[in-house]
């Protein structure tokens, strides 16, 4: 990882002061159109599967196990084809578009933290120095500007974390998945995550979809949860939360959070076939 020399400013860096538009207001970004995913042509993952997602949306796919979250971000990130339907991308789909954060860091642990980060880069044949500054950026936007030569063994569960999320958005995508991402975590690291993870997205304008079992968690990050039934995997309902952002430990604390949570584990229980 040669070379002292910095590349011309980062696109993140104009990224960076890209307010995020009101809901209803937002240009579409993608979608899913009646999108079906049959396994070994018995198991039926996913069945008339549709979502419009806008840019700047934050969205919660909400669900028990098996109804097909983690299943649904895999056809989006295209690592898996549907069997039915299809997914369309306003404007089409282009290398770098998608950055994906797993339910583990997968972190190279022979490899530094800025070497893990600028991973996407290699792939698609860039060397470090001239995207240097990306790399950079996106461990200052992580909170880990400090340990850009350290070792994944050096590093806390929630520090590794933080550093699958700099990869993630360090080629700029225009879309980013996360499975259960903080799921292993302690309670006060995830909250923390939580809570930063918000107010990165309020920084760099980034779209998500973030897959979770927990309703306190979808409530609290989301201005949309979509709510999925299993067996077969389908979206039962959406529910919309209205509490602005920023969202701090205030909010976890208010009615309005707590109103918010009932409406959505109500909605869950329904798609379960539970009474509410």
């Not at 196990?65 to 990130?77: D, N, P, V």
């Not at 022979?110 to 240097?132: K, Q």
């Not at 968690?217 to 201005?223: A, G, M, T």
Request: overall charge neutral.
């Amino acid at each position: 990882m040669g070379g002292h020399a910095h590349p011309a400013p980062s696109p993140m860096t104009e990224l960076a002061h890209r307010p995020i538009k009101p809901l209803g207001t937002r240009p579409p970004l993608m979608e899913l159109q009646q999108v079906g995913k049959v396994f070994n042509g018995t198991v039926t993952a996913l069945r008339d599967m549709s979502l419009s997602v806008h840019e700047g949306d934050f969205i919660s796919l909400l669900g028990p196990s098996g109804c097909g979250k983690s299943t649904a971000l895999r056809l989006i990130a295209g690592l898996s084809m549907p069997t039915a339907g299809r997914i369309a991308w306003d404007g089409g789909k282009a290398a770098g578009d998608l950055g994906v954060v797993f339910q583990e860091p997968t972190l190279m642990p022979w490899a530094t933290v800025a070497e893990n980060v600028f991973l996407p880069f290699r792939l698609r044949g860039r060397g470090f120095a001239e995207v240097r500054g990306e790399v950079e950026e996106a461990l200052s936007l992580v909170g880990l500007s400090n340990f850009a030569s350290a070792y994944p063994r050096e590093l806390s569960g929630g520090m590794k974390m933080r550093v699958s999320i700099a990869r993630a958005l360090v080629t700029n995508p225009r879309l980013i998945l996360m499975d259960e991402p903080f799921a292993a975590l302690d309670e006060i690291t995830r909250h923390k995550l939580n809570t930063d993870l918000l107010a990165l997205r309020e920084r760099i304008g980034c779209t998500v979809i973030f897959v979770t079992h927990s309703v306190f968690e979808s409530v609290f990050l989301s201005d949309r949860i979509i709510v999925m039934a299993a067996r077969p995997g389908r979206v039962i309902e959406e529910v919309t939360v209205t509490a602005p952002y920023p969202r701090d430990e205030v909010f976890r604390t208010s009615v309005e959070y707590a109103a918010h949570c009932q409406v959505a584990s109500q909605a869950l229980h329904r798609a379960m076939g539970e009474p509410a």
